[in-house]
């Protein structure tokens, strides 16, 4: 049975990789913390051209690769308007109105930052009556950069320009109760269960079926981000949020184990394989398939590798928003992870 340190582990690394900004395209900190912290456990992480980090833990027979993604929702600056303030276009895809009002920060291509505010053109309740009507989308929501500018010369002189990079405040926090509350869980959670699993097999006690590739992707966001597959590869498993909601079995607790996204089927072997491997291990889970969802699994098979496919991850809430999930469901992701890889 998995020890609770391995699952604070996770817990820490995901607070630690939520607080690293990393819009798709802007990821190479995240890679160094997840480089880092795979070296720091003894392993020897590798990054691919596209910065994909790819780390060989070890163990005998065909190979399978367990990824999650570091990329997350963000911005880019589309135009400076002639008040200063900035017109934006969204890195991913997510409904605006979640980011009414988030706060943020923007990145200059020469290494300076700003922080800033999505709000409503005509934000003030007391001048725009017709606030309450307002659609939200690209052409009514700005960002308003934190500094003395009204007008687009003011705004330009500080060094931000069209494709500088936008990122949200995630606002991590992880609250007395156990839950987790933060942007980006998706997929930085998993991405923090991968560390702690790392970690867990560093320390000993347990040896790979196996052997196995973590895989740390960096534009799962944007569609491409699992195509970096090591030559061989048999089976990809995706570690990435599991979707809660309306008549799906998984909450923010438990383990959530895909048997159908967007794309299509996952593939039956592995999905089986996974269950069989819940119920040994004892974890919370459920069986779901997502209306509304695409992995880097999917993405390995649609670049046209010959791979079995699997999707696993724990249970997030208001995803692709202010997302929330539980440490259960994090210890619940490693238990089943622990389970269907070592023995
Ligand atoms: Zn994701």
């Known amino acids: 049975m998995l020890n609770e340190r391995t699952t604070q582990e996770a817990v820490d690394h995901t607070l630690a990789l939520c607080r690293i900004p990393s819009p798709t395209g802007f990821t190479k900190q995240a ?41 997350t929702l963000g911005a880019i600056v589309r135009a400076v308007k002639p008040n200063g303030r900035l017109r934006y276009s969204k890195l991913g895809g997510y409904p605006d109105l979640s980011v009414v009002t988030e706060t943020c920060v923007i990145h200059t291509r ?77 997929d930085k959670a998993s991405a923090g269960i991968l560390l702690a699993f790392a970690g867990c097999l560093a320390s000993g006690g347990r040896r790979l079926r196996r052997k196995t590739y973590l895989l740390f992707t960096t534009y799962e966001e ?23 909601g309306e008549d799906l079995g998984c909450d923010e607790h438990m383990v959530s184990i895909c048997a159908k996204d967007s794309r299509g089927p996952y593939d039956w072997t592995v999905t089986s394989n996974l269950v069989e491997a819940a119920k040994r291990s004892g974890c919370a889970f459920a069986v779901d398939v997502y209306p509304h969802y695409a992995s ?19 249970g997030v809430y208001a995803s692709h928003g202010y997302e929330r999930t539980h440490r259960d469901a994090l210890g619940n992701s490693l238990a089943l992870l622990v389970e269907y890889l070592t023995e």
């Open 222 to 244: 944007v569609g491409h981000g699992g195509a970096v597959i090591p030559a061989g590869s048999a089976e990809i498993l995706s570690v990435d949020m599991g979707a809660v």
């Open 296 to 314: 880097d699994a999917d993405v390995a098979l649609a670049a046209g590798h010959d791979l079995r496919h699997g999707l696993i991850g724990p």
């Open 31 to 71: 890679e160094e913390y997840v480089r880092d912290s795979l070296a720091a456990a003894g392993f020897s992480p590798i990054r691919s051209v596209k910065g994909s980090i790819l780390c060989d833990l070890g163990g005998e027979g065909e190979p399978v690769v367990v990824a999650a993604h570091i990329d």
């Open 110 to 186: 020469d290494g300076r930052s700003y922080t800033g505010t999505f709000q409503p053109v005509e934000a003030s309740s007391h001048v725009n009556a017709k606030l309450k009507e307002l659609k939200p989308d690209e052409d009514n929501i700005e960002i308003l950069v934190d500094e003395k500018v009204s007008r687009r010369e003011h705004t330009i002189a500080l060094g931000i320009s069209s494709g500088d990079i936008v990122s949200l405040d995630p606002r991590a926090v992880l609250t007395d109760s156990g839950f987790i509350k933060s942007r980006h869980l998706d």
